[in-house]
């Protein structure tokens, strides 16, 4: 969306119970970033965003698709097959919206939930030991009350804004160029750093050796956009 995207207000109880959700598409695909790089997973992206990222190159506002949570459990077990285990939902925002009753079934049929948040909302869910957030933070702050279930963090570097005392982001994700405080990790979470892709060769290159430095230097975990280098979804 490239920073153009509406900002979306939350959308919670008591209006919306979460019976219907606002859905981009459902998809299998291979995860390509975080702790789940490289395991096959069913994607459930969920439409509308309360924040507009300059480097957004997702859509999540063109869909017209509000199903039912049977309709779309039933899309999601289609997808999933027999040997898939894992569904990963993001955005979007997924705490945008009442995902709480979605979660709950996919944890009742035994799956891996993971959640791709920006971290800055929340939604009380069944947590569990099958159900992991990933978030990357955009803003100076976090959700209080989600922080004590975020599994993991994973940062997008881009080159020439990196702090130097920690190797993580320092440069506003809603302006490019502008410096800006981003969260830091709390607790003993894994923290991955993502290099950021500009579409441009030169670019990335940078943005891809400021995060080897960030990982080498701090200790921090490397996450490439798998799925882009192999050219799957």
Request: proline share 6%; with cysteine.
């Amino acid at each position: 969306m490239l920073g153009a995207n509406p900002i979306r207000k939350q959308e919670v109880a008591p209006q919306f119970d979460g019976g219907e959700l606002w859905v981009q598409e459902v998809f299998y695909t291979l995860q390509g970033e975080g702790p789940f790089s490289g395991h096959p997973a069913v994607f459930v992206r969920l439409s509308g965003c309360n924040l507009p990222c300059y480097f957004c190159d997702t859509d999540f506002e063109s869909s017209t698709w509000r199903p039912s949570l049977n309709e779309l459990m039933s899309k999601v077990q289609a997808a999933l097959g027999k040997s898939c285990k894992l569904v990963v939902l993001t955005g979007g925002e997924p705490f945008r919206q009442n995902i709480q009753i979605l979660v709950k079934a996919l944890l009742d049929l035994d799956l891996t939930v993971q959640i791709e948040t920006n971290g800055t909302l929340y939604v009380d869910l069944p947590w569990c030991e099958n159900l992991h957030v990933v978030c990357s933070p955009k803003t100076a702050a976090l959700n209080n009350d989600l922080v004590p279930h975020i599994s993991a963090y994973k940062y997008v570097i881009k080159a020439g804004e990196v702090e130097e005392e920690d190797g993580l982001p320092g440069g506003s994700t809603r302006t490019s160029g502008r410096p800006d405080f981003i969260a830091r990790p709390e607790g003993e979470a894994a923290v991955y750093v993502m290099p950021m892709d500009e579409q441009d060769e030169k670019r990335n290159a940078a943005n891809q050796a400021a995060c080897i430095e960030s990982a080498l230097k701090f200790g921090y975990r490397l996450t490439l956009q798998t799925h882009k280098i192999i050219g799957v979804r």
